[in-house]
């Protein structure tokens, strides 16, 4: 047996030093604490100097309020901080540090040093952290922490550190992360006496998309819709990137709560929500988000980096993220293009003689299945005569005498005049179909050049926007197995099917607990009765595991609605007349989200008249 050793109590060192692998972590970690005690000092302008990426030299300067010197001796120590001083404090935190943990933490690993100066100060203090000794010396108001050595008091650490290079990149991640949050806040980062990024000070803290075109580049901005909702105590703005915009990585994903950068699951779940019929595969969206809740309502004391946030109502924020997003990226591109100046006229201007719907096309096409249960079947019934309006759009009425397929006759009463067709470009945001190519893509011409259209995508999103607003929230009907399928379960899946008991029936599925540690299907959704019914069953299970019910059941509703969709679109090789495609392009610019697919592939693209010049070389 090992000898035993007596219980003692840790010396303060030993124990800052433990506290210090926690919260600094690399040297972008004591960039991101230097950060928040200067702006929590009221500075306006931030200055960090490095020299081998953090490792030999962090310096932050800030223009604050400065230190006073009777509390600048109490900098340094555990559990010393101005920000709060009782539960209540704690509880409604309002700056970005509060723990008391980081200067003490840092000081215990690295050499370190406290310039500071008051307004009524007639000199600056410095403090040597080593010592505790305070001299006076020369600074202008304000605050300069200075870290030399980082981890020299315990080498084991140093070695798992990268290269000075990825070091540096983290730290200008860091400061990138403040910057977008604090507008008003001028930053400058210099490494080995060199400038390599500088963010000036913006008029106000609301001027968002001036500092992300500084920060994240004006192709973000270009390429992205503005974002303000409110839910009750929830305010969610910034900007959210186009499903054009989106990245093989998750990298542009800025989420904020209160003025402090976070990775919650709650924020980008919601995120995720929003972009999930719009985006193509697995391409991740880049958005910046600004949410404001009561700090009362959120717990940051979670994780020492606070880097981790808890909601008190966690379903508020998800709905409220979500919805945000829901309603920026809902409104067509090609809504925007009429909006431009020189663009086309107000949405809902139509030319003479062009139909507003797609009702008075041909003959009624019947839908492939029905996944709606009876007690829906009214509701299924709507949305089945929504989907035999659209598709009867590519159901051709035979020509009428003496006229072409190509189009109605001259002298038909719903014909254009010729002024009438000259001038439906500059009417239109998306333009005057021209052609047909393949019995693929429609070609029409606007304002600014050349739109082609994929007709099949386009009208796959018509169908699926309204099939989601005529079966909200209607129950999928299943289809009863005639031999259970079951499968080992977990106590949390067991725990969750039992909770979940009428959620799982709302989207077709019977799971019933077969024995303490098995679990048997017995009944699953009609449509997907080829399927796994086990693994169908775990997913939904772990679904509802992490996620409210709602949000689970409309989710799966939206699945089978796309599939829906999909089959009752129109298909490649269809020829259509000038009317039948104009109809589509109107209905387009109608109908939200109509820029992608289900799929998210892209519905139509623009070519504008100097990219068509410059294919042939015009004017050069």
Not at 18 to 46: C, F, H, K, M, Y
Not at 445 to 469: N, Q, T
Not at 478 to 503: N, Y
Request: hydrophobic letters at 45%.
């Amino acid at each position: 047996m090992p000898a035993l050793r007596p219980i003692r109590e840790l010396p303060d060192e030993l124990i800052s030093q433990i506290a210090a692998g926690e919260v600094v972590e690399r040297p972008a970690s004591v960039v991101r604490e230097l950060l928040d005690n200067a702006l929590d000092a009221g500075a306006t302008q931030i200055t960090l100097r490095l020299s081998a990426g953090g490792v030999r030299l962090i310096a932050v300067e800030d223009d604050g309020a400065g230190i006073a010197l009777p509390d600048l001796p109490l900098a340094l120590r555990r559990h010393a901080t101005s920000k709060i001083a009782s539960l209540p404090d704690l509880e409604a935190v309002g700056t970005m540090g509060f723990r008391g943990e980081a200067l003490a933490a840092i000081n215990s690993i690295a050499d370190t040093t406290l310039l500071t100066r008051t307004a009524d100060q007639p000199s600056a203090q410095l403090l040597h952290g080593g010592t505790g000794e305070v001299q006076p010396a020369a600074r202008a108001v304000g605050t300069t922490v200075e870290v030399r050595e980082l981890f020299f008091s315990v080498p084991a650490r140093r070695k798992f550190l990268k290269t000075d290079a990825t070091e540096l990149a983290h730290c200008i991640e860091a400061v990138r992360r403040h910057a977008l949050a604090r507008p008003d806040v001028g930053f400058a980062i210099w490494h080995d006496g060199k400038l390599i990024e500088q963010w000036r000070r913006q008029p106000s803290a609301d001027d968002l998309d001036a500092r992300l075109g500084d920060v994240l580049g004006d192709d973000f901005v270009q390429r992205s819709v503005a974002v303000d909702h409110r839910v009750g105590s929830v305010h969610v703005t910034g900007r959210a990137g186009l499903p054009d915009a989106a990245r093989a990585r998750g990298d542009q994903q800025f989420a904020y709560v209160n003025g402090r950068f976070v990775r919650d699951k709650v924020i980008q779940h919601a995120a995720r929500a929003a972009y999930e019929d719009v985006l193509h595969g697995h391409r991740q969206p880049v958005y910046a988000l600004r949410v404001s809740v009561d700090p009362a309502r959120v717990d940051v004391n979670v994780h020492p980096t606070k880097i981790e946030v808890r909601f008190r109502d966690s379903r508020e924020v998800h709905q409220a993220v979500r919805h945000a997003l829901e309603n920026a990226l809902a409104a067509p591109r090609a809504a925007l293009l009429a909006a431009q100046p020189g663009g086309a006229q107000a949405e809902g201007a139509t030319a003479p003689g062009q139909p507003q719907s797609f009702k008075s096309f041909g003959p009624q096409a019947q839908v492939p299945f029905t996944p709606y249960a009876p007690e829906s079947r009214a509701n299924y019934a709507a949305a089945q005569h929504a989907v035999e309006e659209l598709r009867a759009l590519w159901q051709p009425a035979p020509p009428a005498a003496g006229t072409h397929a190509e189009g109605p006759a001259p002298g038909a009463p719903n014909a254009p005049t010729s002024h009438a067709a000259e001038d439906a470009p500059t009417d239109w945001p998306l333009g005057r179909a021209v052609a047909q190519i393949h019995g693929v893509y429609i070609l029409a011409e606007s304002r600014a050049g050349l739109i082609v259209v994929d007709m099949h995508a386009a009208h796959e999103r018509i169908v699926y926007e309204r099939l989601k607003h005529q079966l909200d929230g209607a129950r999928i009907a299943s289809q009863p197995l005639l031999i259970p399928a079951t499968f080992a379960a977990t106590p949390a899946e067991v725990a969750t099917a039992e909770a979940h008991t009428d959620t799982l029936q709302r989207l077709g599925l019977e799971v019933t607990p077969f024995s303490p540690r098995t679990l048997a299907v017995r009944a699953v959704p009609a449509p997907l009765t080829g399927g796994d019914a086990a693994e169908l069953a775990r997913s939904v299970l772990a679904e509802l595991a992490q996620h409210e019910a709602a949000t689970v059941i409309q989710r799966a509703q939206h699945e089978l609605l796309a599939t829906m969709a999909c089959h009752g679109a129109v298909r490649a090789n269809r020829r259509l007349t000038l009317e039948e495609m104009n109809a589509l392009l109107r209905q387009m610019e109608a109908t939200d989200r109509s820029d992608q697919c289900n799929h998210g592939r892209p519905t139509w693209r623009q070519l504008s008249m100097r990219e068509l010049d410059g294919l042939f070389l015009r004017g050069r």
